[in-house]
């Protein structure tokens, strides 16, 4: 579809033939495509990823909440869809907007076509949209608020969509981990994924971790099984006693969506007592952010944020630069931190802050995603690193 007006402007022109999605932002700008999954319209922050693999595993990921996910890479469905590429039960994205119509399923472990997928789990998206226009906005002047639309006739209220996208509130101020954090404590005991077998089980466990549920993916809490854990999961407003009560050799942090500055409230003071007891801590995305708040430093709102499997990130101790998966939108200020957290990761792409640690205490943390998916694995070795500190030798 081509029909768009210009950025900014008034959008009243009917929809062009053919159309039956819409994609329209509080700016007035409006993208006519073609509606897939199902009908309706979602409103969210309109971001976009770059990863050439693993869209099931994307549009899984809790940490998504509150987006509508842009992909640059056009072969969005091809290899259809499982029940085995999952990052949680049920998708928390907002909506997904792709450039080229999703084909029909090419891969050996498809159980079924995507866009019976997306209706099964009542998830609204476009095809047939200029991503590479929509992307070049997106990293020029921010990501937008927007609205997603889907309508099998056709039909649409441009005027009301603008209204909706201009009075959502966007993400910072916004507490999400509580829309996706577990509702009740569990244990797991699966491990990572083989071509042989599929998914393991851990039945020999070494250590026993405590891991905070901020919105985690299925595949942390099985690289964390797979190092010899026993993972007990707790809802992110566990309090601290309630963890350590649980007598973990470590706790981890997991990832999660939204603004850590909100979800902070109650999860900071509670992450500052776990720190304060001795116990290694390792925490991954919104952990990181959390962990870097709860040792006195401050998050901001990134402009673009950092989402795709392509990302350059380098050791600064060791100099060795890691290919790593990320999905973030805020993100922590070094200078912010005080002389006893010490700086180990840094983005080569815009300097930004990727991992910290604390200098007297087992305590680490990285923006990234080392679980890898979907991803690289350059970045496995974190969760070695976590095993290391628990049995002290880091």
């Known amino acids: 579809m081509t029909d768009t007006p210009p950025m900014g402007s008034p959008a009243h ?40 693999t693993g869209y099931q595993e994307i549009l899984t990921d809790p940490s998504y909440a509150g987006q509508i996910i842009t992909f640059t890479f056009p072969h969005i469905g091809n290899v259809g869809a499982n029940a085995e590429d999952i990052e949680t039960l049920t998708p928390v994205a907002r909506g997904l907007i792709l450039k080229a119509d999703v084909t029909e399923p090419s891969n050996w472990r498809a159980t079924r076509h995507l866009n ?14 200029d991503t590479r226009r929509l992307t070049r906005r997106i990293r020029d002047v921010g990501a937008p608020n927007g609205v997603i639309a889907h309508a099998p006739d056709g039909k649409f209220d441009i005027d009301a969509l603008i209204a909706i996208a201009k ?14 954090t577990t509702r009740q404590t569990y244990s797991w005991d699966e491990t990572i994924w083989s071509l042989k077998d599929g998914y393991g089980k851990q039945g020999e466990p070494k250590h026993h971790v405590v891991a905070l549920d901020f919105g985690a993916k299925r595949n942390i809490l099985r690289c964390l099984a797979a190092a010899g854990c026993k993972v007990t999961v707790v809802p992110g407003d566990t309090s601290a006693e309630d963890v350590l009560a649980l007598n973990p050799d470590g706790i981890f942090l997991s990832n999660g969506p939204g ?45 673009k944020g950092h989402r795709g499997a392509n990302h350059p990130v380098k050791d ?10 990320q999905n973030h939108g805020f993100v922590v200020k070094p200078e912010s931190l005080p002389a006893e957290v010490e700086v180990t990761h840094v983005s080569l792409f815009d ?23 979907p ?20």
Request: with cysteine; hydrophobic share 40%; aromatic share 8%.
């Open 375 to 394: 991803g690289p694995e350059d970045s496995h070795y974190l969760f070695n690193r976590f095993i290391d500190a628990i049995e002290g030798r880091y």
């Open 259 to 303: 603004d850590p500055a909100a979800t902070g409230t109650y999860a900071v003071p509670t992450i500052a007592k776990i720190v304060e007891s001795g116990k290694p801590v390792f925490g991954i995305c919104l952990g990181h952010q959390m962990l870097a708040l709860a040792l006195g430093g401050r998050t901001e709102k990134m402009e």
């Open 116 to 129: 019976d997928w997306l209706l099964s789990h009542d998830v609204v998206g476009l095809s047939g949209i």
């Open 167 to 180: 009075s959502w509130p966007g993400l910072e101020g916004m507490d999400l981990a509580k829309e996706v």
């Open 13 to 52: 022109a009917p929809a062009p033939t053919g159309a039956t999605g819409v994609l329209v932002l509080a700016d007035g700008s409006v993208f006519w495509g073609r509606g897939i999954g199902a009908a309706g319209h979602r409103v969210g922050e309109v971001c976009f990823n770059t990863s050439m």
């Open 316 to 325: 600064i101790a060791s100099g060795v630069v890691e290919i790593t998966s």
């Open 351 to 373: 300097g930004t802050n990727e991992g910290i640690r604390l200098k007297n205490r087992p305590v680490f943390s990285v923006q990234y995603h080392p679980e890898a998916s």
